[in-house]
Nanobody, 115 residues
Framework: QVQLVESGGGLVQPGGSLRLSCAAS????????MGWYRQAPGKERELVAS???????NYADSVKGRFIISREFAKNTVYLQMNSLKPEDTAVYSC?????????WGQGTQVTVSS
């Protein structure tokens, strides 16, 4: 089994920053991709950002230029640096890892952007 532990969510004012972390552990032999999804109330879950094994990244149009995804290979950890946060970024953010034996999800962490 693969376990994902997320941290870093919280309440922040518009224009502020937060950094999310997701650490993967367990029976991990290879990781193909790591990413962050979010789901706001009443909306479908959407991909925010992803990073694959060669370091290539992909971002939702709504976060390009504000969010940065990165990965620390030695620790099987993925980060999401979120800058210039807007109220519409409010959602539950979940980590996703595609690995050699399937796909795993984190428990989700709440991000609230409000004054």
């Amino acid at each position: 089994q693969v376990q994902l532990v997320e941290s870093g969510g919280g309440l922040v004012q518009p224009g502020g920053s937060l950094r999310l972390s997701c650490a993967a552990s367990g029976n991990i032999f290879i990781i193909y991709a790591m990413g962050w999804y979010r789901q706001a109330p009443g909306k479908e879950r959407e991909l925010v950002a992803s990073i694959i094994s060669d370091g290539s990244t992909n971002y939702a149009d709504s976060v390009k230029g504000r969010f940065i995804i990165s990965r620390e290979f030695a620790k099987n950890t993925v980060y999401l640096q979120m800058n210039s946060l807007k109220p519409e970024d409010t959602a539950v953010y979940s980590c996703n890892v595609v690995h050699g034996t399937g796909t795993s999800w984190g428990q989700g962490t709440q991000v609230t952007v409000s004054s």
